[in-house]
C-alpha cells in the first residue's frame, strides 16, 4: 500500500517502517531459512523475485506491510537500518467485498528477539494502525498447528480459535474489534508516535531522546 510509504510507528521496544528496497537483501537471507519458511509457509525466492514481491507489497492496494526494527539499536546513527531488522508484519484485505477483514501476519525472523514481548507489541501496533487508518473491524490469523508459541501468544491477546484444517496444518484465529476491544486498543496504543519516516531518518536520536 502506498498510504504508508512514509509512515513510521514508533513502540516501547519497536519501531515499524516501510518494506524498502535497501530491505530486501537481509530479508531475502532470513526466507532461506527452512525454519521462516515452514513456519510461514513460504516458498524460497530468488533474489530479483524478492524484489518483485517488495514492489508488490508497495504498490498493491490490499497489502499492507512494514519492517519492524530494533528501536534502541536504530536510535544508533552509526548502524546500517538493515542491521536494525527483527522481522516484518503484514496485513492482507482478503475479501474485496469486505474491506473490514484482514489477515494479519507477523514474522519475528532473528531469533535472539524471540520470547521477548516483541511479538505481541507489534502484533497490537499493526491492529491499532489497521483498526485507526485502514478501517480493519475483524482480524484474522493462520498458524501452522506446530508453531505452539505464535498460537499462544494469539490467544493470550484474545484471538479466538475458529477453524483447524489438518490438511494444510493450520488453524485459524479471529479478534473482532468491537467497541470494548477497539476503545481498549486505543488506550493501550496511547503512547504509539507515528512520524515522518524520511525526516526521523535523518535525526534517529529524537527517538530515544
Not at 524498502?20 to 530479483?48: C, D, F, G, I
Request: glycine residues 6%; hydrophobic residues 35%.
Amino acid at each position: 500500500m502506498k498510504i504508508n510509504e512514509n509512515i513510521l510507528l514508533e513502540g516501547h521496544k519497536v519501531v515499524l517502517v516501510p518494506y524498502n528496497a535497501e530491505h530486501v537483501s537481509r530479508y531475502h537471507e532470513w526466507m532461506k531459512s527452512p525454519e521462516l519458511q515452514q513456519l510461514t509457509a513460504s516458498e524460497p525466492l530468488t533474489l530479483e523475485q524478492e524484489y518483485d514481491m517488495q514492489r508488490s507489497w508497495r504498490e498493491d492496494d490490499d497489502k499492507c506491510t512494514f519492517i519492524i526494527l530494533d528501536k534502541q539499536r536504530w536510535a544508533g546513527t552509526s548502524v546500517e537500518e538493515e542491521q536494525c531488522m527483527v522481522g516484518d508484519v503484514n496485513i492482507f484485505l482478503t475479501d474485496p467485498t469486505d474491506p473490514t477483514l484482514a489477515e494479519l501476519e507477523v514474522m519475528i525472523a532473528e531469533p535472539s528477539y524471540r520470547g521477548k514481548g516483541i511479538g505481541k507489541e507489534v502484533t497490537r501496533m499493526m491492529m491499532y494502525y489497521g483498526l485507526t487508518k485502514l478501517g480493519v473491524r475483524k482480524f484474522e490469523v493462520k498458524i501452522g498447528l506446530e508453531n505452539e508459541a505464535s498460537i499462544a501468544m494469539f490467544k493470550k491477546l484474545g484471538f479466538q480459535e475458529v477453524m483447524v484444517c489438518q490438511v494444510f496444518q493450520e488453524v485459524t484465529l479471529e479478534m473482532t474489534a468491537d467497541q470494548c476491544i477497539g476503545t481498549r486498543l486505543l488506550e493501550d496504543m496511547a503512547n504509539v508516535k507515528e512520524r515522518d519516516y524520511s525526516r526521523t531518518c535523518s535525526n534517529r536520536r529524537e527517538l530515544v531522546s
